[in-house]
């Protein structure tokens, strides 16, 4: 296992040029404000761009090159409880889906020409050898699966700790293909879970609150996944601030290597879009272990999940953009993600293209 340290130094936005930036926007051939959201998020990409570029001036282009969508996969102990509507072997059989072009995710890839990778952070089963999937599928296993945390921690701290360091070397590999916006999913039953406890955990929302129905369970399901975690939480101490705990009691593998992927590409001033409420936990966690994480993050979209709902209005800072999509999607795999891709690239494509008052030749003025 990786045991490389994962603490990285992330520093906030450099905001001292948002007004020149802001003016960029402002002298574009429309009225000011025009574009709404967009403009907000394109002020946001040149602000990231300015500090990774280390540009000292206004930035005049907004870089996207090679958005590269990160599949995160892991199995979880605690579905031996009957807590999805598929048994766990589903992860790795949609896992061989992913590597073989028939899933959503596959769609919306090749409709918006976006490059993706697999990581298998520890499912039951490895995927069989004999298959060539080239550079598609990433093994950073933690173990297969993680134990039933209704019972028992979910992983030991050795590997929260290595799942945190695999992170950083994610980014590394993508930063060196060229990689200018990252782009998060997941895929693993019953990780939501492991998602709703680790949010009732950091937040002050109520068991209940932070979970739902999911992919589709009955009433006697979702009455057995609220008292499963009620059970897990019992075992943190009061009012607990120490992440790392959290993540070896009710954390998942891939929920881990997540965030540090997150904390290691923030740390490079590199676009971070998230997907849904899986995604959006492991946010909350790297933003608890370093605030600025937060300057970082692009929300694709909002969920049908209320509890993605909620954590997401707990999370934006006012001034960051919203979702980008409100879709009522539930699918996980990075679909809220890729399908917000097409606005994030309008928003720089005005930012990088649309002319000018002075060069367009366009006065407001008689």
Known sequence: MVTA????????LNRILSEDIQSIID???????????????????????QQQHQCFSALKKIDLAKPRLLI????????????????SAVTGQMVNNFLHGGAAINCFCRSNNI??????????????????????????????GTADFSTQAAMSIVQVKSGLAYGSLLVDKVLQQGCHLLLLGEMGIANTSSASAIMA???????????GTGTGISPAQLERKVRLITQALKRLPDNCTDVELILTEVGGFEIVQM??????AAAKSLPIVIDGFIVSVAALVAISFDKNVADYLIYG????????QLLLAKMIPQDNPKPLLNLGLRLGEGTGAVLALPIIQAAAGFYNEMASFETAGVSLSD
């Open 259 to 264: 965030v540090g992927t997150i904390l290691a």
């Open 27 to 49: 002298d574009k051939t429309k009225p000011i404000g025009a574009l709404g959201q967009l403009e907000q998020l394109a002020l946001q990409l040149a602000l990231m761009g």
């Open 301 to 308: 979209h909002v969920s049908q999940e209320q509890a993605h």
């Open 115 to 144: 490059s993706f990778n697999v990581i298998d952070c520890g499912i039951l089963s490895r995927v069989a050898v004999a298959d060539d999937y080239g550079d598609l599928l990433i093994e950073q296993r933690l173990g297969a």
């Open 201 to 211: 955990a950091l937040t002050g929302y109520s068991v209940e609150q932070c979970t």
């Open 5 to 12: 340290k994962h603490i990285h130094n992330i520093a906030p």
């Open 72 to 87: 995160f996969a892991g199995d979880h102990g605690i579905n031996a409880n009957n807590l999805s509507i598929a048994p």
